[in-house]
Every structure is written in structure tokens, then in C-alpha cells.
């Protein structure tokens, strides 16, 4: 079975930094695009940050560029997002998923989310 173990959110002053981690079982690692997605209350499912394992390729979205990092261990079958300087609009719920693109509806597999509060 495909699983998605995302971890490490928290509560955060503006400014801060969190570390996510996604940890990846039941395929092979490659052969899906690992994403970060982000639901704040009321509002829709955001994609955030996207990493391609094969080939290292990266993206983010506007809001995020600058400050959010995502990087993968292969050997780990993680993929991380690094958040610095985080705002309080980041405050948000984050999932990990697998699948294609930079849209949920691409994304077949979905972990559990993380909170992430981000006071001012």
C-alpha cells in the first residue's frame, strides 16, 4: 500500500522557520512528483512546493518562493520543505502527495496532514 507519513509541523512566531518531512512507502520513489499541498481554514487546497526525485526538478509557487525549500533523500525516500521566514498567512494545514503536476487533482495519494500555526 502506498503511505504518506508527513510530520513536523507546530507553532511558530513570524519570522521562524519549520521543517516538514514526508516519508514515502509502497512504491517506487521515482515514479511519482512528491508535493506539498496547504488548506487554510475556508479556504481551498494550495499547491505550495513540488519535487521530481528522479531528476531533482523543483517548483514553488509565487507565494513561497524565496522562503520554502523542498529537497529529497532518496536513500530516506523523504522529501522535506524547509520554511523560513514564515508569515502568518503560511498558517495552514500541509499535506504531502504523490502523483503529477502541480495540482491536487493529479495527486492520487495523500498523507495525513500537518498543522502549521504561525503567530504574529
Known amino acids: 500500500d502506498v503511505q504518506l507519513q508527513a510530520s513536523g509541523g507546530g507553532l511558530v512566531q513570524a519570522g521562524g522557520s519549520l521543517r516538514l518531512s514526508c516519508v514515502a512507502s509502497?512504491?517506487?520513489?521515482?515514479?511519482?512528483?512528491i508535493g506539498w499541498f496547504r488548506q487554510a481554514p475556508g479556504k481551498e487546497r494550495e499547491g505550495v512546493s513540488f519535487?521530481?526525485?528522479?531528476?531533482?526538478?523543483?517548483y514553488h509557487t509565487d507565494s513561497v518562493k524565496g522562503r520554502f525549500t523542498i529537497s529529497s533523500d532518496n536513500a530516506k525516500r523523504t522529501v522535506y520543505l524547509q520554511m523560513n521566514s514564515l508569515k502568518p498567512e503560511d498558517t495552514a494545514v500541509y499535506f504531502c502527495?504523490?502523483?503529477?503536476?502541480?495540482?491536487?487533482?493529479?495527486?492520487?495519494?495523500w498523507g495525513q496532514g500537518s498543522l502549521v500555526t504561525v503567530s504574529s
Open positions: 519535487i521530481n526525485s528522479k531528476d531533482g526538478n523543483t
Open positions: 509502497g512504491f517506487t520513489f521515482g515514479d511519482y512528483a
Open positions: 502527495a504523490a502523483g503529477f503536476g502541480t495540482r491536487a487533482v493529479g495527486y492520487g495519494y
